[in-house]
């Protein structure tokens, strides 16, 4: 489709595509494109008779063949104007981006149809990925789509459905007895041995640069104007540096001038560290003894390049904060009675908002956009089912599979 490449976002060094996300400097290799070609060839005005999918930004996704884009209708959500809220909060404009409306209930659907995607075109047959449960059951049902074997781990109190959500797309499910970056930890000891490709955060190009139509499509929907705040529920953080990106490509396009977005980071206050970061300039991920919160998409004590995101944070003048688990169920509630279903993720943007208002962070003349990431039913009390090995090591998981007449 078109030509791209890769940079650092540390060294700036430029290196050839590959499905690498790192660079040896230890820095994040972003996918980079033809700009200039792209402006000549593509109109903004064209993309409305497009599918009404993240795909109708094909151009600035890094696939070389169109056929090898594999999909479930991801993208394209709903921006949805918060009148009652605008006026609960005196503030002139509020929208929820209804993420959860995507096919497999999160986000996480837009960076696994591009990271599939590109899997395929280059031929992985098997993926596996550590998660604390929707960038698993993501995963797996891209995964299912594009007829390749999957393999998740997920910590032990990841909410019951998710695995179920796992174990029905197909995937070979774990969970761990510890955090995401242990599972993250065992796929990386077995990846020779098992022969599957570790899709986790930042460890190749395909996620950023699906989670990037997020704000692609903020843009669009907004009439190629952008709001004067974003809030963000962050975890590992790849959804702020793909809509940070694309907020770049869209000014070399000179599909939108002028001022951009101030990014809010929102985490939940058991397990904070780019709010920490942000606030003392050094990132010093918390041991685990001190994580109190639940496996959200926000409890990551350890993200791959926080560093990154919190640069990012600042450069756009933003700022990070936690919030706690009391406000975050209190703001789910708020949403629910505005007709909205949202996961924990989602309510703590709302949490945020209000937080800032009353600080007078964000004032009264400007427009926020909310990110509600997924919706509640997810997190609904459940059950696992039994047959869903526990396991601490790699070693663990191979005695599973030696049990279970697999090598
Ligand atoms: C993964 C996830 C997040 C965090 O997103 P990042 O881009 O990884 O920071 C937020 N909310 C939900 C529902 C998630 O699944």
Redesign the pocket.
Known sequence: MNKFWQTCARCARTVRFSLSGRCGCGGTLLVEYDMERIRSTVHKSALKERPATMWRYKELLPLAREQSIVTLGEGWTPLLSMKPLERKLNVRQVWVKR?EQNPTG???SRGFSSTISLLKEHGIDYVAVPS????ASAMAAYAARAEMRSAVIVPKDCPGIIIEECLRYGASTYVVDGMIHDASRIIEEGAQEQGWFHAG?LKEPGRVEG?KTMGLELAEQLGWMLPDVII?????????V?MWKAFQELLQLKWIGGKLPRFVSVQEAGCQPLVDALRTGAFVPPSTETVTSKP???R?PN?PDGEL?VQIVKQSQGTALGVTAEQIREAQMQMGRLGISS?P??AATLAGLIQLREGGWITRGESVVL?N??HADKYLPWTPPAAVPVIRSYEDLREHQRKAGRG
């Not at 963000?232 to 702020?240: E, L, N, V, W």
């Open positions: 993420e999160s986000f996480k604390n449960g929707n960038a955060t989670k963000y529920p962050t975890g590992g953080g790849s959804g702020i793909g959200t998409g926000l990551v993200p995101v996961s993720e989602g990110f990431t997924s």
